[in-house]
């Protein structure tokens, strides 16, 4: 003797005659599907989705995380290329990569996401030398301005050296200019 399922399709997902081995069952809504079986499940019955709605779970949930203000796109790596150490990422384009192995397992990275990352935790861990007269503080370098321990609010001159952003306050070259003439 065999369910009579609902002869309407409704709006709800109830799953009839589950098959876990073939992993298909007729769903209410959409009538026979696959279903999505949860694999690390400390349960011992996990609460099993039709695809289509497992689908609509997860694409409502991503639009979650996406609307909360600190979102941002995670760097996904694809055409990964080990000779040459590149890969194309979903937010940078054609990257260089980083290989990083832990545990007997390889990991790829955006190289460009990564040192923006080590660029922007070494501005806000910069700290100022007290050997230096000039060193900077509250730096803007949007701007260009920053405040300079023995000038107050000034503007600063950026460069890229070979391992960091050097900045520096516009009047240290002035004084240098000075010192040299005098001498």
Not at 63 to 72: A, F, I, T, V, Y
Not at 120 to 125: A, I
Not at 164 to 181: G, M, Y
Request: one cysteine or more; aromatic letters at 8%; charged letters at 30%.
């Amino acid at each position: 003797m065999s369910l009579i399922y609902p002869s309407t399709k409704t709006s709800r997902h109830y799953l009839f005659e589950i098959d876990r081995e073939k992993k298909t069952a007729y769903c209410s809504a959409c009538g026979w599907t696959e279903i999505h079986i949860p694999q690390a499940s400390t349960k011992q019955n996990p609460k099993i989705f039709c695809l289509k709605r497992f689908q609509e779970l997860s694409n409502a949930e991503r639009e979650k995380r996406r609307s909360q203000p600190g979102w941002k796109p995670k760097h996904i790596l694809s055409e990964i290329d080990n000779n040459t150490m590149t890969a194309i990422c979903s937010v940078c384009g054609p990257t260089e990569i980083h290989k990083q192995t832990t545990k007997g397992t390889i990991y790829y990275y955006c190289a460009t996401h990564i040192r923006a990352k080590r660029r922007k935790r070494r501005r806000s861990h910069y700290v100022a030398r007290l050997s230096n007269p000039h060193a900077l503080s509250q730096i803007d370098e949007e701007k260009k301005t920053a405040v300079c321990a023995n000038c107050g609010p000034v503007e600063i001159e950026m460069w890229m050296g070979k391992k960091k952003i050097n900045r520096r306050c516009t009047n240290v070259k002035r004084e240098k200019q000075l010192k040299s003439v005098d001498e």
